[in-house]
Structure formats: structure tokens, C-alpha cells
């Protein structure tokens, strides 16, 4: 079983950073492909960003890709979403998320274990 636990959000005016955390529980974090979603009110969740299991390979939404890098650090058992130019559009609740073997990164239903999400909120 692994735990996810978020950190990191907060308030943030448009164009500012903030950089997310997830901190996992459990020996086998390093194996385990690592995404970030997020789900806005009213809306679906959709797939942020998310990264193999080495860090050697990323995949980002095109709506944040070149203002948000997704990372990781297995000796900490901790993965990273810094985010910058925020715009209000950004706003959600972000959740990341931990597939026990590698699927389709894009699809929510191919992960295994998700944390309790962090509130971002960008004004203009």
C-alpha cells in the first residue's frame, strides 16, 4: 500500500509560482510511474503532468506545458510540480497520483493510489 500526501498549494496572484509536493509512503515509490491531475469546480479531472519511474521521461498536458516541470526524487520518496506563470485558469484542487506498473499516463483510471489533493487558487 502506498500513501500519497500533498503540499504546497496555496493562494497566488496570476503569473506567480508555486511548486507542489507529494510525499509517498512505502519501499517501491522509485518503481512507480508518478502523475499529477487536477479537477477544477464544476469541471472533470484532467491529467496535469506525469513522469517514469527513473525521472528520464516526462508527459505534459498542453495547457500547462513549458510553465509547469514535474520531478521527482526517489531517495526522498517525494515528487515535485513547479509551477509557474500561473494564470487563473491553473485554479483547482491537484492531486497526484502513483501506477504500481506503467499505463497510459493520461488516464486517470490507470492509477493505483491517489493522495487528498492540495488547493491552488490564482487571482487575477
Known amino acids: 500500500q502506498v500513501q500519497l500526501v500533498e503540499s504546497g498549494g496555496g493562494l497566488v496572484q496570476a503569473g506567480g509560482s508555486l511548486r507542489l509536493s507529494c510525499a509517498a509512503s512505502?519501499?517501491?515509490?522509485?518503481?512507480?510511474?508518478m502523475g499529477w491531475f487536477r479537477q477544477a469546480p464544476g469541471k472533470e479531472r484532467e491529467f496535469v503532468a506525469a513522469?517514469?519511474?527513473?525521472?528520464?521521461?516526462?508527459n505534459y498536458a498542453g495547457s500547462v506545458k513549458g510553465r509547469f516541470t514535474i520531478s521527482r526524487d526517489n531517495l526522498k520518496n517525494t515528487v515535485y510540480l513547479q509551477m509557474n506563470s500561473l494564470k487563473p485558469e491553473d485554479t483547482a484542487v491537484y492531486y497526484c497520483?502513483?501506477?504500481?506498473?506503467?499505463?497510459?499516463?493520461?488516464?486517470?483510471?490507470?492509477?493505483?493510489?491517489w493522495g487528498q489533493g492540495t488547493q491552488v487558487t490564482v487571482s487575477s
Open positions: 512505502g519501499r517501491t515509490f522509485s518503481t512507480y510511474p
Open positions: 497520483a502513483a501506477q504500481r506498473v506503467p499505463r497510459a499516463v493520461v488516464i486517470g483510471s490507470s492509477y493505483d493510489y
Open positions: 513522469i517514469t519511474w527513473s525521472g528520464g521521461s516526462t
